[in-house]
């Protein structure tokens, strides 16, 4: 079973609420972990590599960047600004805080352009997110819960961290497949200069 499945949040409270927070911990590494092991065998020119998404689109994007497809730079830098943002708003909501808005931070992708700074991004995304996670109380707040959207479903502490995780794992399909692009762009350079 994938880390997707596994982290994607049952329709019924009570489902949802069994999650301990060992299990969340576990499976933030586990997303983190994958990470690693695919960008392992990158060099540094494959983080910058631009690869060929046809279906690239981001309504969030700045101007002129709405359908740029994205860098191995750019994909961990919005992974893990995006699950830190639902690990700390669920830190507040399991500490009885009302949720506020969004608490998003996302470092700069264009500064990201090596495998040591994805590794230490991704190291420093896993350190922040477990002690978000450890911030809990011993009695987390679970039913301090908030519409996530109109007419969206409720959102508590469990299901934050759950959105955060099921978001890694939708990017790290897209990271196999950038590191795959690279990779061929690489084999081909090889076989022209030959």
């Known amino acids: 079973m994938s880390i997707a499945d596994r982290a994607t949040p049952d329709t019924t409270r009570d489902a949802t609420y069994a999650l301990r927070l060992d299990e969340l911990r576990a499976l933030t590494s586990e997303g983190i972990d994958l990470a690693l092991k695919l960008i392992r065998t990158c060099i540094d020119e494959d983080i910058t590599f631009i690869p060929i998404d046809p279906h690239a689109h981001d309504d969030a994007a ?55 700074q994805c590794r230490a991004r991704l190291e420093e995304s896993r350190r922040m997110r477990l002690a978000s996670l450890s911030a ?59």
């Open 136 to 194: 809990w109380p011993d009695e987390p707040h679970l039913d301090n819960i908030h519409l996530a959207w109109e007419d969206g479903p409720l959102y508590g502490p469990i299901q934050h961290v759950l959105l955060g995780l099921r978001h890694d794992a939708a990017h790290l399909e897209q990271i196999r497949d950038v590191v795959q692009q690279a990779r061929e762009y690489r084999q081909g350079q090889r076989r022209r200069r030959k």
């Open 62 to 116: 700045g101007e002129g960047e709405a359908s740029i497809a994205w860098t191995l730079g750019h994909i961990i830098a919005h992974m893990t600004a995006s699950a830190e943002e639902h690990t700390t708003i669920a830190a507040e909501l399991a500490r009885g805080v009302e949720y506020h808005g969004r608490s998003r931070y996302e470092v700069p992708w264009r500064a990201i352009t090596t495998v040591a």
